[in-house]
């Protein structure tokens, strides 16, 4: 079994499971930030490794639009429509192929569903490049709904660390498998501190944070401290069949 830090177990029967996808279930984050990298290159901007780090894994980086508005100010006509099917289609056409599934994650999905637990995806990034990457990665059928960036941008929602991602997740989930499940009843899978504090705020059930380098917990403390950390996922199923988690 790999490396795992328990805080505590759960106190509640889990009914559902929502999932980060980028760095959970795909190795896609790094990948992200190439698309980046060519959107805004067209615009004289070269992102570094650094950029992308403040401006989409920190909790007041903005993301697309905090770089907007730091470097842009409005030039361009840049605007939301434009760059959203401007980033899905970098990522689509040039960069898909270089995803690759996390270790583990086809098989967590498999064992959760074999225990009778609907799933759903949070994520920030986009519909399109979501959905095609799950599909190339033949986990889209088993967790085939969830809330995405066009979701919370059509809604007038706040995207992670704000809480509305994952109460959502649990909204869509309900509706897609016709069950009454909240973010309470629910375990919720990340890889940030962003969306730790994101789960904590809508009050997931029974939170676990994926670290491969378990130097970095001292990052997720106080509001962002999960209930479980685990080295991958495949230790998160080890764990199941050992303490009956979920």
């Known amino acids: 079994m790999g490396r795992y830090e328990l805080i505590r177990l759960p106190d509640i029967k889990i009914k559902a499971g929502l999932f980060?996808?980028?760095d959970v279930l795909a190795m896609s984050e790094s990948i992200h930030a190439q698309e980046a990298?060519?959107?805004?290159?067209?615009?004289?901007?070269?992102?570094?490794?650094?950029?992308h780090q403040h401006y989409?894994?920190?909790?007041?980086?903005?993301g697309t639009f905090g770089i907007l508005h730091d470097y842009f100010a409005g030039r361009h006509g840049l605007c939301r429509q434009l760059?959203?099917?401007?980033?899905?289609?970098?990522?689509?056409?040039q960069l898909i192929h270089l995803a690759e599934e996390n270790q583990g994650a086809s098989g967590l999905l498999d064992h959760m569903s074999s225990k009778g637990l609907p799933l759903a995806y949070v994520t920030s990034n986009y519909r399109m490049s979501t959905v095609r990457m799950l599909e190339s990665l033949g986990m889209h059928r088993m967790i085939p709904v969830g809330v995405d960036h066009e979701y919370i941008l059509?809604?007038?929602l706040k995207k992670k660390p704000h809480a509305d991602p994952?109460?959502?997740?649990?909204?869509?989930?309900?509706?897609?498998y016709d069950i009454n499940v909240r973010a309470g009843d629910c375990i919720g899978i990340e890889d940030t501190d962003k969306g730790a504090l994101s789960m904590k705020r809508a009050g997931v059930g029974y939170r676990v944070v994926l670290l491969p380098d378990f130097d970095d917990m001292a990052?997720?403390?106080?509001?962002?401290?999960?209930?479980?950390?685990?080295?991958t996922l495949d230790t998160l199923i080890e764990l199941d069949k050992e303490l009956n988690l979920f």
Do not use: C
């Not at 760059?83 to 056409?93: A, G, L, M, P, T």
């Open 56 to 62: 989409y894994m920190t909790e007041h980086g903005g």
């Open 166 to 176: 994952w109460i959502q997740g649990a909204k869509v989930l309900s509706e897609h």
């Open 37 to 51: 990298v060519i959107f805004f290159r067209k615009y004289g901007l070269d992102l570094t490794e650094e950029d």
């Open 83 to 93: 760059i959203n099917q401007s980033k899905d289609r970098i990522f689509v056409e």
């Open 20 to 22: 980060d996808v980028d």
């Open 154 to 156: 059509d809604r007038g």
């Open 219 to 231: 990052r997720f403390s106080g509001e962002a401290q999960p209930d479980l950390f685990v080295e």
